[in-house]
């Protein structure tokens, strides 16, 4: 607690120092935007473990809770167990064996053979935290869900690497290389930015059937590959890098393909790992396109397959939060591993 | 090792001529120094040496081979760049051993020249280091040994020493120069540092806007300037460079110097009465005359003190401020006239073009 205290109370100026208001107010700010931000996340996780009716119930606790069920000898089947006043004004643990009208008829575990009838406004549930894990493993079971997230990874994987590859490609000829039409190829790549996927879904869907390619994963991973934003990215990193370095390895007899794979692109790492978390979150949480293209459950990535859980008429509420957490889960952790790189700044080039 | 052979060498960027044509010759196993105030070109010069630029027009020959239109990868020459341009994510080894991988060596014979190079440069303990745990000195060495492992035919420096301190560019200048009596390759190596350039070069081009002001031996650029440029640029402190007025040239060639007449006891040249030259001389040909015959009275602006010597700035009436070194250390007081002789055998005269007026 006093390690705590003065973690809490250090201050630039020197331990021991009492807080300002302004670190107060900082602190209180911080922990404010935590809960803004986590807050969702955390209830999402938290409900993905109620079961079905818990998640219906009002009003709605944090934590996924059960009413606990206990066994009785004599009865077929586990009962729920509530705590009632009985009409002498004690309270006792009772097990419900059914309820008729606006009375149940309860038994004391303890002695099987004694029943009781109570009003049902003189009891409550007795409840515990449990986990629902059969929302995880059901889906599991029931759907092919292993097979979305193998699809799901399939496409992430390789439309990732296929971009980092082919982006860098443009992006070194765009920053390295002088040739006529250079700015406008430059500007005509930023500007299919402004073009929405919504206005080339036909066309680029219209390209995909000629092709052969609907209902097979590429027809997913191969229209995105190229990307504006990555063109940019990668060119504008380029940039950056002393031209010293390219003309070197000219002078080491270095091939114009080596000079790319074995100097800029190492140099370019950090903008590349950027790169990669965008794609990865792009491919993985891409929805409208493969709902075009793919047409068949063997061929579904996750978020497809979660929109399965959204029926017409019903949604599956706790399966739909459990799989959703399923999806949730890859990208959070690729962030964690790769965060650091998208603060890397651009560290020492070995220049002066 | 190779020559070098350069015919018309001109280089445009857009409308803007950087060089104007440019005619040398460099011999194998020759030290030559480009030399020049920025923006003269020289840097452009070995780009286009290098390959790294192609010219506009003329030809360039190595080893009597036109390389005109070759890239810089084929032509066979290493450059150490200003900026070292090491490749920050190689280790020491691995920079100095990636020209020889392109150059598909076996590896045996690639791990044996890197070893070479790095017990010659003294950087056997850093080949495990990336560059940026390197200091400045070594860096600077293992640019250098990227070089020295190609064996190129050509060596190319552009201003590598301008990025280290005063110390260390002393050590390492002496350092180049013993590695090209140990090497004996061709070396060309570009400066804006005239100190630079009298060390090391075995010949010095003396470059301005994009021209070939003088070529010759460091001395020789020294002794006999072809024109004011080059007077004024080799040299430090700088040459005293003094418009004057012919008033008679019969025998003795006797100038209008501010104020005052003085006489060049040289033989005549023919310069009209009347005409403008003007007359150079090095600060350490100006003498004190404190027992007569002086021919110009100076006021002493300022006495820098070097201890070996002391550098004198003193002014004349119509003239600009001249410097004066004086050997030891110097007494002379801010304000102090000075009666001052020039040594008549180190006057340099030049005409109105800034041409040197040859010595008859």
Redesign the interface.
Known sequence: MAALARLLGARRDGPGRPLHWTDIASYAYLAFGVVLMFGPVLWLVFSSFKTQSALLEFPPSLMPMAQVEVTVAGQPNPLPLFRATLPDGSVKELAQIRRVGLVAQMVDPAEPDKTYRVAIDKREPVRKVALATENYTEPLRQFAFLRFLSNSLFVTVVATAITLLINSMAAYGLAVYEFRGKTAATLAVIGTLMIPITIVLVPVYLVVTELGLVNSLWAVILPGAATPTGVFLLRQYMLTL?R??I?????????EW?IYW??VM??TLPALAVLAIFSIMWRWNEFLWPLAVLTKTEVYTLQIGLAAFQGELQTQWHYLLAMTVVTLAPVALVFVFLQRFITTGI?????? | MADLKLTGARKAFGAVDVLHGIDLEVKDGEFVVFVGPSGCGKSTLLRVIAGLEMVSAGEVHIDGERVTHLPASDRGLAMVFQSYALYPHMTVARNMAFALENMRLPKAEIDARVKRAAEMLRLTDYLDRKPKALSGGQRQRVAIGRAIVRDPKIFLFDEPLSNLDAELRVATRKELAALHAELGGTMIYVTHDQVEAMTLADRIVVLRAGRIEQVGAPLDLYNRPANAFVAGFIGSPRMNLLPATVIADDGTLRLRLGAREIAVPQATRGLRAGSAVTLGIRPEHIALAPDGGGQLDLTVDLVEQLGSEALVYAGHAGLPQITLRLDGQSRLARGATIPVRFSPDHIHLFDTDGLALPRP
């Open positions: 002393p010293d370095l003309e070197a390895a000219r002078m080491d007899k270095a091939s080596q074995r100097i190492p140099l560290g020492s080039t070995g220049m002066k």
